[in-house]
């Protein structure tokens, strides 16, 4: 063999090793890209499939959640205290308190789970009981709201005497209690059934839910019904049970059943008044971090 077929020779295997070197990285690269592809599918289907709740016990439970809990723990007792001060013609009936953080998923069917921000609230419902006319005690009670610098949010009405008069209610007709101890109330064509909500008169607009601050909803009933309380629970059908979303950490759990404080003090008292003072004083964000 001449030396220029050994040229040749050489020069022929060289291309091959260099197209098979090619096919090789390239196959390569092709198996990197499906790889990658694969593994941004899988990413997906876990974020979509994986409806876990954020870690609901570490914010509850963290320095800065606490100390604020029990900032909201203080300015809630002494406030509902100062509004039975002020009202020397009412009966104590009591006072519960659910204090909780929590997080719902706002998709809950198909896609990802999108988790509402971590939002922690303690609600304390003061109930108490009074009898005699009924128009004198909610001008009373919308007096002494004003002069502790609760203001009605919303629009018209925003006042429990506004409120009255808007859905015509003069009191219903006298319970037995009532009746025994010489009521000075007009029956009238329905029950008084009253419920309307309060925000600092230092703030123009209502805190929204879920963001830091507080609000106070005032409810006012006769029998049969029962006032519209905040209590932070689930009360339905004669039972007190924590509410069951997803993640809830309970930090205190002191309940009166709405319904049983009512129907008790309807034996000796004409109306029940309940204050729900609920104060939102932590709040954590879940948007997932890119």
Not at 182 to 196: E, H, K, V
Request: net charge neutral; aromatic share 6%; with cysteine.
């Amino acid at each position: 063999m001449s030396a220029h077929d050994h040229a040749d020779m050489d020069h022929s295997t060289g291309g091959n090793g260099s197209a098979q070197t090619l096919a090789r990285g390239c196959a390569i690269a092709a198996l990197v890209a499906v790889g990658l592809v694969c593994a941004l599918v899988l990413r997906q289907i876990h974020r979509t499939l994986d409806r876990t709740p954020p870690n609901v016990g570490a914010f509850a439970h963290s320095a800065a959640t606490q100390t604020a809990d029990a900032a909201a723990a203080r300015t809630s007792s002494v406030g509902l205290r100062n509004l039975t001060v002020a009202l020397p013609w009412v009966v104590p009936l009591g006072t519960s308190v659910a204090d909780s953080c929590q997080t719902e998923d706002q998709n809950p069917f198909l896609g990802p789970a999108r988790w509402a921000p971590i939002n922690c609230a303690r609600s304390s419902v003061l109930y108490l009981a009074f009898d005699g006319n009924i128009r004198t005690h909610l001008r009373q009670l919308d007096t002494v709201l004003a002069e502790q610098d609760w203001m009605g949010s919303g629009g018209f009405p925003n006042t429990l005497t506004e409120m009255a008069t808007w859905m015509s209610q003069d009191g219903g007709d006298p319970s037995p209690a009532a009746s025994r101890q010489g009521s000075t109330d007009p029956p009238g064509s329905q029950p008084i059934c009253l419920s309307t909500t309060y925000g600092p008169a230092s703030r123009k607009h209502a805190v929204p839910r879920g963001r830091i601050g507080v609000r106070l909803r005032v409810a006012v009933a006769e029998l049969p019904c029962t006032p519209r309380a905040e209590t932070g629970d689930i009360q339905i059908g004669g039972r007190l049970e924590k509410a069951a979303a997803h993640g809830t950490v309970y930090l205190a759990w002191h309940p009166l059943l709405t319904d049983t404080v009512s129907r008790s003090a309807y034996t000796t008292h004409r109306y029940v008044v309940a204050f729900s003072l609920v104060d939102s004083y932590a709040v954590q964000s879940t948007a997932p971090e890119n």
